[in-house]
């Protein structure tokens, strides 16, 4: 009798095949595994994180660039009170309250409160000029694209804000949209300038 020889090749190509399709899927896989495995082996080691600010403690320092290109520190406003607002363009509550922004900086902007509008946006002073000149913002904005300020002063999202002394210690911060020109709100602004550089304020609660 004749010897059918397909009856035994499809046999061992069918033995073959799963793990042929086997290989196929797995190797990309594979790969990918290798990278993060990669990825996580190399990388150095984890810098210490500044710790959260905390109220009656000075804040960590920083160095940021405004509209113009010039370097602003905070640092240098030593002796000022600084108001220092985390925001964005795209950020709705953040709009809403920047016109108070504006009320309260015309008010005592001249008596030594400064504010430092930081902004978040990753397109920096392409999104952030025409916006300042759309509400007719004159505080300065300063650009952070990268949010290197989110992870100094640990927030969790926009806006945020932060009061500092005159010896840079924090007063409070406000997570969240606030009405800045309020009247309480200005009394309280008023007290920090009153008070003599050299003997701290003490915290003094945002109300409403």
């Not at 363009?89 to 509008?117: F, K, N, S």
């Amino acid at each position: 009798m004749p010897h059918n020889s397909e009856n035994t090749v499809p046999v061992q190509s069918m033995a073959r095949r799963p793990w042929g399709i086997t290989l196929l899927w797995l190797t990309p896989g594979l790969f990918l595994l290798g990278i993060v495995a990669y990825g996580v082996l190399t990388r150095p080691p984890a810098t210490p994180e500044e710790p959260a600010p905390r109220v009656g403690q000075p804040v960590a320092d920083f160095t940021l660039p405004d509209l113009q290109g010039n370097m602003v520190q905070l640092s240098a406003l030593r002796g000022t009170v600084v108001f220092i607002n985390l925001w964005a363009t795209w950020c709705p509550p953040c709009v809403e309250e920047m016109p108070t922004m504006q009320r309260l900086y015309d008010r005592l902007h001249a008596r030594g409160l400064e504010i430092l509008a930081i902004s978040i946006d990753a397109l920096g002073a392409q999104m952030v000029g025409p916006f300042m000149r759309q509400y007719r913002l004159t505080f300065p904005a300063l650009l952070d694209p990268t949010s290197s300020i989110e992870r100094l002063y640990r927030t969790r999202g926009v806006p945020e804000s932060f009061v500092v002394d005159k010896q840079g210690r924090l007063v409070e911060k406000v997570v969240g949209p606030r009405d800045w020109s309020h009247p309480q709100v200005i009394a309280m602004f008023e007290r920090l300038l009153a008070a003599p550089a050299a003997s701290p304020p003490g915290s003094v609660p945002l109300s409403p």
